[in-house]
């Protein structure tokens, strides 16, 4: 069978001389912190001494978040000749999202699976990144169809890997495992996996609790269960929720909570 003319098109925007480095960050459930994490990894890494070229791109259809976690919800994007325009967040990282192709901030994307898939191909397809030293792409969750879709599309794009979210309960442990079975199956590389809302730090006592106690030795012992590595864990933190929620940035703003802290140092041993 002839290949999709689109695809080569895709492989063109993201290829090695366009974009270094390409990471996704996955998870097998919704509101495990995934768009948190992928929020955070594109601040993190925009705001290195070099100030590196950084993109994200929001394809989580279902209930995209970034622009809201950035505070660019409401920017539009502009057309011109070589494609749409990603929205500034800062001088060196840029972001396009779903969220900003949706008439209103509360519609839900109820489309139907092709018109999904449709949809994150022209975003691949048309997004104008020009030349990015990073490009991380926030995914629908699990192994839906459009996630499915996503990977396909996105091979050959020579993608270095991807981070997986997940939280420490066996039911979203399990939604892993097929995850990184699906992407050994899409011959995506593994970078690893992250454990978040991993114990509630009190911040009367300082006390770490684990409100959600692994029945199974949680994400850790998964790793090595499947072979794949662990990058740590980062704790319950009212103080990330509460900067997050409000759009700011939780790299300069909450630098000394735990959560914080923990996610550098997750992000800096990547
Ligand atoms: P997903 O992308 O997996 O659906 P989100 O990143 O949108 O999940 O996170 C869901 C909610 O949980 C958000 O309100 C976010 O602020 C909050 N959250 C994520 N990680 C943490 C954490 N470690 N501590 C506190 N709140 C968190």
């Excluded at 505070?71 to 502009?78: H, I, K, L, N, P």
């Excluded at 169809?145 to 270095?160: P, R, T, V």
């Excluded at 899409?186 to 991993?198: F, L, Q």
Aim: charged share 20%; aromatic share 6%.
């Amino acid at each position: 069978a002839k290949e999709d003319p689109d695809l080569e098109i895709i492989r063109n925007r993201l290829s090695s001389s366009r974009v270094k480095n390409k990471i996704l960050v996955l998870s097998g459930k919704g509101g495990v912190g995934k768009s948190t994490f992928a929020s955070f990894l594109s601040l993190a890494l925009s705001a290195q001494e070099d100030m590196p070229e950084t993109g994200l791109l929001d394809v989580d259809i279902c209930g995209p978040s970034i622009p809201h976690m950035l505070s660019v919800q409401g920017e539009e994007v502009r057309q011109s000749n070589s494609g749409w325009q990603p929205v500034a967040v800062n001088d060196n990282l840029s972001v396009m999202s779903v969220a900003f192709l949706l008439p209103g901030r509360d519609n839900a994307v109820a489309w139907r699976g092709v018109r999904k898939t449709s949809l994150i191909k022209q975003f691949l397809k048309d997004t104008d990144w020009g030349e990015l030293d990073y490009l991380i792409f926030d995914t629908p969750p699990g192994t839906s169809d459009e996630h499915i879709s996503l990977l396909q599309m996105l091979k050959g794009c020579n993608i270095d890997g991807a981070v997986i979210v997940t939280t420490p309960q066996e039911v979203s442990l399990l939604d892993v495992r097929k995850e990184i079975n699906f992407c050994r199956m899409a011959n995506t590389p593994i970078i690893g996996v992250v454990e978040n809302m991993s114990g509630y730090v009190c911040p009367s006592c300082e006390n770490c609790v684990n409100i959600f106690p692994p029945s199974t030795g949680g994400a850790q012992a998964m790793c090595t269960e499947m072979g794949v590595r662990f990058l740590g864990r980062v704790p319950l933190d009212p103080k990330l929720s509460a900067i997050v929620d409000k759009g700011k940035n939780p790299f300069e703003e909450a630098r000394d909570s735990a959560a914080v802290k923990a996610l550098n140092a997750i992000v800096h041993n990547l």
